[in-house]
């Protein structure tokens, strides 16, 4: 049997687009415009000795390129349509596999010349992505792979395509299943997107379990309900903290006619995380030889560039020092690096804290040169909250005394932030993101005003809204629980006797 989905890249818009599937012969041998979109996006199945050459392993998203939409439509059989938005590559390739078996898989490239602008202003549209495959499972992989002259996005997602007579607006909503996937590119967070039901079912709110199973033990780690009165599909960010284990999402409807628990559960492949080892043979061996080599060259510049201050000021610095209490905390930090480099032109470093003795030295050069250090508190469930190596705290203390000094140290904190910072910051320039980012952005660069709507911008929120979720979390699970029992009649009269 061929199953088919339909996959729409980034959001659902419905707007006005060409389809690769067409025949576009006669179209294109008319066109004056060479650099046209529509005739310029070449496609082809990739036979099956090629597909293994091209590496769809998870990397470090360094650029967003866009990311995959899979909505399920159902006519007689399963259908599938592919929209690509906002078009931002050179090459694009698809891999379909099952599941259980990677040996099977599909695979098609999508290229666009680099003569052509990007990105295009057309959506792409691809209706016979699965014509041809054979592919029979009850779980697939879908592994996306974009590539451009500076970046590459490597993204893969789980799902499953329910059974035929469990789908579809003739299906009774007791019995009806609900389409989701996974989006499992990074170790640390597992992202459920699930399609909405049809506005007919009257579904009052969508239920999501999700499950962990280490060794012989199942346990549910996390609840939540959703709204059942949207129409765009829901996504759902959960941070699995690196912990190891098989994870597993359990979707359900609540409505008038499905009390909670009482209807049909839709199950996702469960989904493997394993905690990343370091190479730290590799990395002795390696430093053994490297470290001699950069020490020669670190005393042969030295004596070259003694006098020259040049080679240390270069042009004016922002540095971020921080602590990375998590990968999320660490991303939020990132997109605010990204906003002040790209509207003041100026170089920006990101300076983590590390574990460190009172006396040893780590105080960077980057701190020492910079014309700006910022000072980011941890997220509130973090402690201590404040650590800072000895040598960077002795110098910003030194700078902070002098009467007259060419830097500027403030302090810049999340809504998510702890409002413990250190002492001898607290006298300092002080901004809560994202309410006063102007003021903050002023600090470097009076005319440089941000859009609220630019995509730089909303990228930061969206950073801050998921780490602000993983602090609430993470907070709930540190509190005290109050155990309250009630006392016998025995025992107050007891103390009535006492008394």
Partial sequence: MILKLFCVLNLIIPVLGFNVCDDKQNFCANQVDKNNEECNLKTSVLRYNECPSINFATAKIKHCMGGIHLNLLKNGTFDVDIHFKDVNWNKCYLKLSDHHDHSKYFCKMYSIPSNVEKPLKNEVHDSCFWRGANLDSDAYT???????????????????????????????????????????????????????????????????????????????????????????????????????????????????????????????????????????????????????????????????????????????????????????????????????????????????????????????????????????????YDTPNC??????????????????????????????????????????????????????????DKDKKIMRQSEIYEEFCKKMEIARNETEIKNSLNMPRIIVTEQSDYSDNENDGLL
Avoid: W
Wanted: proline share 5%.
């Fill in 142 to 380: 879908l592994e996306y792979k974009a590539e451009s002259k500076q970046d590459i996005v490597k993204k893969k997602y789980v799902f499953s395509i329910p059974p035929l007579k469990h789908f579809g607006p003739h299906v009774p909503i007791e019995n009806t299943s609900i389409f989701s996937y996974v989006d499992a590119s990074e170790n640390n967070a597992l992202i459920l997107t699930f399609q909405h039901l049809p506005q007919s079912y009257n579904v009052a709110q969508y239920k999501v379990e999700v499950y962990r199973e280490r060794g012989n033990e199942r346990e549910m780690v996390d609840i939540r309900l959703f709204k059942g009165t949207e129409d765009e599909d829901t996504s759902y960010h959960y941070s699995t903290y690196n912990e190891e284990g098989l994870y597993q999402f359990v979707l359900s409807v609540i409505s008038d006619k499905c009390l909670e628990g009482s209807c049909f559960k839709t199950y996702t492949p469960k989904v493997v995380v394993v905690r990343k080892g370091t190479p730290i043979v590799i990395g002795i061996v390696g430093a053994s030889f490297i470290i001699p080599f950069v020490l020669f060259i670190f005393h042969f510049f030295n004596r070259k560039y003694k006098n020259n201050d040049d080679l240390l000021l270069g042009t004016e610095k922002i540095v971020f020092i921080f602590k990375p209490s998590s990968d999320l905390h660490c991303a939020v930090i990132e997109a605010l690096a990204k906003i002040l480099q790209e509207l003041t032109g100026r170089e920006v470093i990101l300076e983590a804290f590390k574990n460190t003795h009172e006396n040893e030295k780590i105080c960077s050069d980057v701190v020492l040169y910079a014309s700006h250090i910022v000072y980011v508190p941890p997220p509130s």
């Fill in 387 to 444: 650590e800072m190596d000895f040598m960077t705290h002795e110098f910003i203390k030194d700078e902070l005394r002098r009467p007259q000094t060419d830097k500027v140290v403030a302090v810049a904190s999340m809504v998510y932030s702890t409002r413990e910072i250190p002492e001898i910051l607290r006298g300092c320039q002080a901004y809560s993101l994202p309410e006063e980012m102007e003021a903050f952005l002023s600090l470097f």
